[in-house]
């Protein structure tokens, strides 16, 4: 792909900018960490040390695998027995904290199709993990295992080894064959004596899209005590044959790559991590083969090294980098700016390249240049040496004064929607925000020389990568929760919020009564929504329960304990009516029945029900109040039993508590006295009499129902009945029986 040279002059020598191959973060953003381009065929260089093969080569050499690119293989030796294999210093340190650690490579085993192995032994392709002593303590790859000298050979397999040397073999798979292997490390994991370390091996064709999971070396404990021993990444390319020149059949590496929980890269190009002065600096470092570009020990800001660009014009250094559209990072890093007379020239400068992800063709670089232009001076500066800051497509300011050879620290904040640079010159602080484009990754952190023949230096560079997505898996049996069901994607970091809704069906709800959760949602919770911040892998399963709707209605003044609402089905609710005051609980209807004004509902099912309150619960004409004032039985009509209601006792002056029982007595003993007669006895009667009368041949019987409150006085009830009977007009009396 396109290497974009930092900030060139502008349009003049955007045309110029030189192609290389040098490999960027991949799709997953791994990192690059070795592609042996660097290195010379036939030798392998530092910062790899010791050997890989055994017999008369113990260096492995570099070569050509068929396409033009550089790989690793082993010497030709009659068998790999070297224990160490190459080495390297690690970029990192692991510590137990970490949960989501990878190193990746790409590795075959070559066979000649007419000269099968005639003898024992093992061609490989594999990393190893080693502490300062070489100690081993864990290593993965493909291993092609003839210890028994079968011909032919088996075929190579995946391996998993600890530091006991204790291999597992995997999947078998086909010699000849390039394939990536990913190795997956969860240094969170312990076992009871304390012991770090799960591994998991995974592996593809080369050019496939799927990883596979090798069932076999999944989930394997390390058995590491302690991860930040491992200070070295070794690898082991073996080979075997039966002879010096021929026979031989060779493990093989390349693309070696890399991918750190959230770990700030932290660079001080230093000894100790494994720059050595007067060499080029170490993978992932990126820069076109014949520019001057290596690590002294002449000039430094930090401890005792740096990194030296130039003195020959515009050359400069890529450090890869991955920050997808929407996503942040920073990094930061100490120029000298070179020193020259001439005008126009640049003395260093710092930048980005941005690549347009729909197209991966277009690009644009953006950041600040030290210059020197006779013809301007930087806003706020006294001399022509300011800070320019641009694009390369559009000129956006110069600043103040700065000093040649002296050091400076450039900041670069990333955000989702600016490249931000700030500078701190001689003049003060310069903050220039460059918008970020849409569609655009940050692909390239680029330390650009000076435009004559002057040397820059940079020193102590940080990288703070976007934060690695963590997932939130989201179960839910009902609902549309937010977010929806299923496994979603986030920047560790994020604050999430999470809900989710009940379902109504009809008189019937699934309503939401909490979650359990495991990584950063807490492990339980009561509600139908939570906020979190998602640091790590994590999960939310919303818990439900079936409701049924209670609906609750009263007659009269009075209220009732629960209202209209869902319950959870089949629990038992306790329900109480309460009257208002003067009033009196009469009862349950609907689907609860009774009395009792506090009982227990059963929500089997969706229930309406109703309370009844009276203000005359015995409805006899006063109300509870005035039966309250009079000590009358709210619930009796008659509270002394003498035959006589309440209100009418009350309404003549009677006493309602004080029986009445000897009048109605006295009246029955005496019935003749008061006109009254018992429904026994038979009246002789003449015709004429009363309301009788006989008129040719028929009988005519006229009767009025009289009643009255005090014996003294009689009004009609009612309309008057008449009979009339045929009977013998000869005859003088007649007898009217009454009768019950």
Known sequence: MKTHRCLTDLLSLVASLCVTTCPLLAEDSTILLEDFETHLTGYLDPPWVGG?????????????????????????????????????????SFTTSQSEVLFQFEGRTTTIADKPYHSAGASASRLEFRDDSGTLHFGFGLDQNNLEGANPAPPPTTIFYDANRSALFGDSLEPDTWYEFRG?????????????GLFTLLYRERGATAWITD???????????DPTSITKLGMRVDQVGTSYYSNWHQGQMDNIRYKFPTSDVIIGFESSEGYLAGQAPLAPWEFTPGQDVRVTDAVRHGDAQALEVGPWTYDQVVYPVSVPPGETASFSVWIRPGFHQANYE??????????????????????????????HYGTGGTTQLSLRTQTSETFLDRSGDFTPEAWYKVNCTITATDIIFTVRIDTGTVVQSIPRLENYRIDQIILGGAANESTVYFDEFMYAPPALPVALTVNSAHGEPVPAVGVHHYTSGSLVSASVQPVTSGLTQEACTGWTGTGSVPATGSGNAIEFTLNADSSISWNWETRHWLEVSTVGSGSVSLADGFYSADSAQAIVATPAPDWLFMGWSGDLEGMEASTTLSMAAPRTITATFSDDADGDGLTNAEEAALKTDPWKRDTDNDGFDDKLEVDHGGDPTVSDRWRVDYIRAHGSEFDLYPSTIVLDVKTGELLFEVEGGQATLRLQLMQSDDLNHWNEAGEALQWQVPVNPAKEFFRIKISQ
Do not use: C
Not at 184 to 196: K, V
Not at 352 to 369: K, N, R
């Open 52 to 92: 890989v093969g055994g017999g008369s080569y113990e260096n492995p050499s570099v070569g050509d695998d068929g396409s033009g690119t550089n790989r690793i293989a082993s010497g030709r030796g009659d068998f790999a027995a070297a224990p160490d294999g190459a080495l390297r210093p690690m970029l990192f």
């Open 184 to 196: 997956l490390i969860d240094w969170t994991e312990s076992d009871l004596e304390g012991r770090h």
């Open 346 to 375: 640049y003395l260093g400068s710092v930048s980005i390249l941005q690549l347009d992800t729909v197209s991966e063709y277009w690009y644009l670089s953006a950041g600040v240049i030290f210059e020197n232009n006779i013809d």
């Open 215 to 225: 069932s076999s070396l999944s989930n394997r404990t390390l058995k590491v005590s």
